[in-house]
């Protein structure tokens, strides 16, 4: 009963560091994306994937990457990181694109510090 | 330009007291519309959709949200509030293939 696992909980990073946020799924969604949640801004969509090898950017993308090798895997990755990448991160899935799907599954998040 | 707005950044209840949550949002047609619960520490959860039909709608751990088209509103609403229910919650709206936009949500607190 996993539904959408992210890894790591809690990362704190130097300025100009980089890492990796993992995230997968376990229901066969077509549809994945990472979301970040700043106070008093809501969730803000960083990028998305409507399938393996196709990835496209959403409201925030610059400083971020992403990659889709496989239908359940979509990792975030912070090529250098800045003090503005302070945030709680979340994966997300959903059968296909769209609010139409009726319904984002998330993961528990991961909460980034940047010092 | 599509917005979704939550005007209460918190609210406090007491245990027992009724709740309502406010949303409004500016979209073209009638959209799709979504309230996520996020409990500390935890993911977003789905509360309750509205995509067509009756305009009050029935979700999980007892909360309803009434859609009012003149008003442009998709307000949450629950009779009597636990303890539990303390959390941050996010109102959602989309159209159709595009992605759902999120507000930028209330933090209920509930006193004892």
């Known amino acids: 009963n996993a539904g959408v696992t992210q890894t790591p909980k809690f990362q704190v990073l130097k300025t100009g560091q980089s890492m990796t946020l993992q995230c997968a799924q376990d229901?066969?969604?077509?549809?994945m994306s990472w979301y970040r949640q700043d106070p008093g801004m809501g969730l803000r969509l960083i990028h998305y994937?409507?399938?393996?090898?196709?990835?496209d950017q959403g409201e925030v993308p610059n400083g971020y990457n992403v990659s889709r090798s496989t239908t359940e895997d979509f990792p975030l990755r912070l090529l250098s990181a800045a003090p503005s990448q302070t945030s709680v991160y979340f994966c997300?899935?959903?059968?296909?694109?769209?609010?139409?799907?009726?319904?984002?599954?998330f993961g528990e998040g991961s909460r980034l510090t940047v010092l | 330009a599509q917005s979704v707005t939550q005007p209460d950044i918190h609210i406090t209840v007491s245990e027992g007291a009724s709740l309502e949550l406010r949303c409004n949002y500016s979209y073209g047609a009638t959209p799709y519309l979504f309230w996520y619960v996020q409990s500390p520490g935890q993911g977003l959860q789905l509360l309750l959709k509205y995509f067509s039909g009756d305009t009050l709608v029935q979700g999980i751990k007892g909360f309803e949200a009434e859609f009012k088209r003149s008003q442009s509103s998709f307000n949450l609403r629950k009779p009597s509030v636990h303890w539990s229910d303390a959390a941050e919650y996010f109102c959602?709206?989309?159209?159709?293939?595009?992605?759902?936009?999120f507000g930028a949500g209330t933090r209920l607190t509930v006193k004892p």
């Open positions: 994937s409507v399938g393996a090898g196709i990835t």
């Open positions: 959602a709206v989309g159209e159709g293939n595009n992605d759902m936009r």
């Open positions: 997300a899935s959903s059968r296909r694109q769209g609010a139409g799907t009726g319904e984002l599954f």
């Open positions: 229901m066969n969604h077509e549809y």
